[in-house]
């Protein structure tokens, strides 16, 4: 049974940091490219950044690049999300997701498995 679980999500202020982590089950972590994906209430699911399997192809939105970093630790199975100068438009679940290819990482339907989210709450 595959399973990723969240954590690390809560309620901070602007510019504030959170560091989102990813844990992974059931699969070989380290075959697999891993992405951060968000969804505000109202608004579509939207690509934040993805990792491949060796950490070479790293990808951001533009949105987040250079306040968010995604690292990822195999040894762990664990994918983490470093979130930096946090700004209220980042308020939104965080989902984390595996796909078999690095390919299309920016699009959802590359990856297999998803998450079930963390919330993350930004105030003004």
Known sequence: QVQLVESGGGLVQAGGSLRLSCAASGITFSSYAMGWFRQAPGKEREFVAAISWSSINIAYADSVKGRFTIVRDNAKNTVYLQMNNVKPED????????????????????YHYWGQGTQVTVSS
């Open 91 to 110: 308020t939104a679940v965080y989902c984390c997701a595996a796909a078999p290819l690095v390919r299309g990482l920016w699009i959802p339907d590359s």
